[in-house]
């Protein structure tokens, strides 16, 4: 049997730059937290901005904080045909070349020339953890899900070291094809 | 290798039986093709109908014909939470004690007391590619998907018979998750 993690599931979300938060809350705004997330030092924002895309538009988008080097915006392809964008399935960070969109905050907007995403999925683990696993930083993995409406997903990611605690994130499209919950077992398989 | 078939998304659309048909566009009504579907003497219909539920709607959702003993709302765990209802996955008429909705057409409404399920995820195959693929109807198999955002379904129920040809269905979800578009091509994987 594979290790196993819970299941994380991210509805569409942002990370802002430091810049992008002055611009859209004002000069030395600093985000509020609203709730922590299971990711040690992550949280869910009290701040939420609107994002407008060529064809549609999604108003009260949560903030996750902390500021982060570069703003990224992740959605699912659901989210994306709404919006009128083709973002690529990309590893958080990995921005070059990915659509821009506008986002509006209270105090002014912003048009992002890159940084929307559809999130790889991944699964997050402390170095204890991957080694309990027998899987390492960056491996690929296969994640198999057995619910009312079973699967396994293929070319998983790995995401290990400090910082990092047993997690698989997936956004609302696979975990709706999976009929997977939040905190529900998943299990990790390695790659034959 | 396994045997191939083409990927058919299904966005929510509906079913009627001829009394609904009746309620919502008037007594004798007649649905208008508007394109044949993959799936002999299946189309999509002209018509379109709203579909009302306790959290929000969904205009003009497009009725598939020929007209079926009983109505059938097909939709995405995406649209339910739109929606605010909870449908289970269900394999096509197996109704029975699943939710109802309301249904808004041109010549009045209707609310339907059991049929909005999310469609169970099924191939479509006539006898001869039954054979061929090694699958018995209502068998269940394995879908490999080898896409950018490869998965493998499981639980996939075979459907066989005069009145198939080869098609993989499955709902929106389904496919954003596996990134997969119509017409691509997915392998059928016998369980062991």
Chains 1, 2 share one sequence.
Do not use: C, W
Not at 61 to 69: C, M, Q
Not at 95 to 119: F, N, R
Not at 166 to 180: G, K, P, R, S, Y
């Amino acid at each position: 049997m594979g290790y196993k993690v819970e299941a994380g599931i991210s509805n569409k979300h942002l990370h802002l730059s430091a810049a992008d938060l002055a611009a859209l809350y004002g000069e030395g705004y600093e985000l509020t937290k609203f709730k922590d997330l299971k990711q040690p030092g992550q949280y869910a924002a009290e701040e939420k901005v609107d994002i407008i895309g060529p064809k549609g538009e999604f108003k009260g988008v949560r903030i996750l904080g902390p500021t982060r080097p570069e703003t990224q915006v992740e959605i699912s392809l659901t989210d994306a045909r709404a919006l009128g964008v083709k973002p690529p399935v990309r590893e958080s960070g990995k921005l070059e070349g990915t659509p821009g969109i506008k986002l509006v905050g209270p105090a002014g907007s912003v048009d992002i020339s890159e940084g929307t995403i559809v999130a790889l999925r991944h699964v997050h683990l402390s170095p204890a953890q991957a080694a309990e696993a027998g899987v390492a930083d960056k491996e690929i993995v296969r994640v198999a899900v057995n619910s009312g409406r079973p699967l396994v997903f293929d070319e998983v990611l790995i995401r290990s070291g400090d910082g990092h605690t047993a997690e698989f994130h997936v956004d609302t499209d696979e975990a709706n094809a999976a009929a997977l919950s939040n905190g529900d077992e998943v299990e990790i398989v390695k790659k034959g």
